[in-house]
């Protein structure tokens, strides 16, 4: 129950951010995309990076065990990536 809490205290302060920052506007997520405001791309890039920094330090306390990642599927990936570029760029359009 602990776990389930704290992931949706972290999810709404997250989101949270993101509406504060103005993120979540239409202007600047069409922005993005004509590489003309790329403050979305920096605000996600350091939510990864500190995240990264985040779990990898809990699992050398040994607070956090990470799981063992199967190997992907290079092709299944790339389609879906396909499909979904197809899609978010008819969406804009």
Do not use: C, W
Not at 51 to 61: I, K, P, R, T, Y
């Amino acid at each position: 129950m602990f776990e389930m809490l704290f992931s949706l205290v972290v999810g709404f302060t997250f989101g949270f951010a993101l509406q504060k920052a103005g993120l979540s506007k239409y202007h600047k997520i069409v922005n993005v995309f004509r590489f003309t405001d790329l403050a979305v791309l920096k605000f996600m890039m350091t939510t990864l990076a500190v995240s990264m920094v985040g779990v990898f330090a809990l699992n050398s306390l040994g607070i956090v065990a990470l799981p063992n990642i199967p190997a992907t599927y290079v092709i299944g990936n790339l389609i879906g990536g396909l499909i979904f570029g197809v899609g978010m760029a008819g969406a804009g359009f």
